[in-house]
């Protein structure tokens, strides 16, 4: 076809109200992951350890040396953009505090952020307001008061059955499919086990896990710093597909609800918003699934890489409690996070003015050699393998933490007890995040 003067010219416009999203998504980018980037950037060229470590791709594969640098200079190194600990007693009473909070009151930003973070169009993340994750108290001890009584070790214990047989069922099916070939474990196995079980509890379909494994791992860089902004932008869009599904799944369940937690915290809707809703549901959901992965995974790799303490677990079953408190020091699935010093004040002896966000780097207290004795040493016998801090502490302290160790515990046993020889057969692909820690293939022969 040939344009005639007469004929309308159509230009690629984008409508108005898609630039003004573009514009937005590139402010929040630029507010949370831009400036990170540049000011990494310099820094990392003048030698700045925890840039270093936030940039680095070959740190991000082993970080542990850069760890033990970090706290060989002190219990907190005040970097030229942030501070970090990697000291677990530092760590621990950081987390602990009530001078510190995981976010800004935003009253207190400059305009710009604030309106950024406050806007009612954002994008409701696991790390923006109101996640549970994202609010110091009384927010918090609201939100975690409407879905605690769900998690105790109480109720949690009460599953252990249902997680076993559910291993069971995967185990099964992952050797039907292999006919004696290498399997993915991390696909067929350590993903769908949590994904399955947390769909379950807070009774979202259990035939929608592909499309929340999918839409989890995604998003999972959410929780890192400095994305590029083509990352982030794709972390944002699985973000907000995510939560429209979930307003959607709302709206069933308003019109017919079950017995589960999504359906009892719609019934409270008085006491949250829409949004609180959302947020609290996409944190469970993805915190339920995305961690316990890492755990499962990280575990597998290394029991098969110590077969003498496998050889251990064989003899005395009931040594898997402890093994899993290892794997969770040794490797821990969330390797840092962060905190923000509210008003002046001393941790540790050292002076922390307000305003001065805190890298706690959960993966570094860990390996902490003032708790624990050779530290860089992956023993499942330590006694006190359970000092670690992978579940955090304080207020925040993770609320599936009794759910996840279970799910450790049965998912790994009942693998070994069913394939003593289970092997590595191909290279282990580790996730491309830094805060999140684990496999994202992991192939295998049973045995
Ligand atoms: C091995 C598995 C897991 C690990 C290592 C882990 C780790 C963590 C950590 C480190 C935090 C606190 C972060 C901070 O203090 O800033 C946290 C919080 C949280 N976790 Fe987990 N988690 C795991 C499994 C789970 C599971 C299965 C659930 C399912 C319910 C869950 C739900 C949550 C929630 C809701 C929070 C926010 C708690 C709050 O802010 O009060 N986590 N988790």
Known sequence: ?????????????RPPGRLRAELLTAGSWSARHGVARVAMKRARKQGDLQATLFSDPAVRANPFPL????????????????????????????????????????STLPALPRWLMTRPDRTIG??????????????????????SKVFTPRAMAAMRGRVG???????????????????????????????????????????????????????????????????????????????????GHFARLRREPGDDLLSQL???????????????????LAAGFETTVNLIGNGAELLMQ????????????????????????????????ARLALHDTEVAGVPVRAGTFLSVLIGGANRDPEVFDDPERFDIHRTNAREHLAFSSGVHYCLGAALARIEGEEALRRLFERYPNLAVAGRPLRRPTRTLRGYVELPVRLG
């Open 1 to 13: 076809m040939t344009l005639t003067s007469n004929q309308p010219v159509v230009r690629a416009v």
């Open 67 to 106: 760890y033990a640098q970090i706290r060989e200079r002190g219990p907190v190194l005040k970097g030229s953009f942030l501070a970090a600990t990697a000291s677990h007693a530092v760590a621990g009473a950081t987390l602990r505090s009530d001078a510190f909070g995981v976010v800004a009151d935003p």
């Open 126 to 147: 696991p790390v923006t307001p109101p996640s549970m994750l994202a609010v110091n108290p009384p927010d918090h001890t609201r939100y975690r008061r409407l879905v």
């Open 165 to 247: 047989e559910l291993a069971d069922d995967l185990l099964d099916r992952a050797e039907r499919e292999s006919r004696g070939e290498p399997v993915d474990l991390v696909s067929r196995y350590a993903s769908l086990l949590p994904v399955t079980i947390i769909a379950e509890i807070l009774g979202v379909p259990t035939e929608m896990r592909s499309q929340f494994i999918a839409w989890g791992s995604t998003a999972a860089p959410v929780l890192d710093i400095g994305l590029t902004y083509r990352e982030f932008r794709r972390v944002d869009r699985a973000i907000r597909e995510l939560n429209e599904w979930m307003s």
């Open 266 to 284: 719609v019934r409270v809707e008085n006491e949250l918003t829409e949004t609180e809703l959302q947020a609290i549901a996409g944190l469970l």
């Open 306 to 337: 110590n077969e003498d303490q496998l050889a251990d677990l064989r003899a005395d079953a009931n040594g898997w409690g402890n093994a899993v408190e290892e794997i969770l020091r040794y490797e821990s699935p969330v390797q840092n996070t």
